[in-house]
């Protein structure tokens, strides 16, 4: 008996260490770092944003270390699903369509989605209004599904891009007449820029639940609930201790989060 046991602890002093080292794996999290202000590019080549800056606060909240990896935003879930990354925090939002193929935590912010047009232009209803004209939307995006199931089939053209950056572009170059996105990324990346004058937020928020979800959540692989929790958790938590409105407040000067 006190042969096994011995042998037992032995077992346990080999385990633990690798038990402890797995623990202090990173975490890796992927991003597409062309979206402003959730997140983009400092002048000397650095992350920044809101969705860096909160992730960092949830793996400081979580005792994690984490690391971060670039990708285009169509290229993410099929990343994490290959285990490129453990995580996707992105401004991606939880979808009935998503949820098919990935897990998500809790939602950490929830913003609507607008159409940006020339000044002046007035866009009461959108299948109507938009007939015979050119909508930029990101591939892969919520955007980009409801343009193909609802704006396509009512006679718009729907042009799809790597990023929203490059719609903006070709909006402000005449090559299409309007994007649909996130309200506050047209505002900060593109509106509140010279090549943003002359144009405004237009028409009614889009806010069908089906396609815009419920919020941005942050992506782990399907069955990883584990890790789907903890994150939730840890953004409960900093939601109370004050740390999600230091965030906030850096970038907003509203409640991103919503109700």
Not at 47 to 62: K, P, R, S
Not at 194 to 221: C, S
Request: hydrophobic share 40%; charged share 25%.
């Amino acid at each position: 008996m006190k042969k096994i046991a011995l042998l037992g602890a032995l077992a346990l002093s080999v385990l633990s260490p690798l038990a402890m080292a797995d623990d202090a794996k990173p975490l890796r999290i992927g991003i597409e770092a062309a979206y402003p202000p959730f997140a983009f590019k400092t002048p000397d080549g650095n992350i920044t944003g809101f969705d860096y800056d909160i992730g960092n606060a949830l793996c400081e909240q979580m005792q994690v270390k984490c690391t971060w990896i670039e990708q285009e935003f169509d290229g993410l879930i099929p990343a994490l699903k290959v285990r490129k990354f453990d995580a996707v925090l992105s401004s991606m939002t939880i979808t009935e369509d998503r949820l098919k193929s990935v897990d998500f935590s809790k939602k950490y912010y929830h913003t609507p989605a607008k159409l940006a047009m020339k000044a002046g232009t007035v866009i009461k209803d959108p299948l109507v209004d938009l007939k015979g004209k050119k909508v930029g939307v990101q591939r892969a995006s919520i955007y980009d599904r409801y343009a193909t199931d609802v704006l396509a089939p009512a006679g718009v053209e729907v042009v799809r891009y790597s990023s929203q950056n490059e719609i903006f572009l070709d909006l402000t170059a005449g090559r299409v007449d309007a994007t649909l996105a996130d309200a506050v990324n047209i505002d900060d990346g593109f509106l509140k820029t010279d090549a943003g004058k002359g144009f405004e937020l237009v028409g009614p928020d889009f806010n069908e639940k089906k396609y815009f979800g419920e919020g941005a959540g942050i992506a782990v692989r399907k069955g990883d609930t584990a890790l789907a929790d903890k994150i939730s958790a840890a953004i409960q938590d900093i939601r109370a201790n004050g740390k999600y409105k230091e965030v906030q407040d850096k970038y907003f000067d509203f409640n991103v989060y919503g109700d």
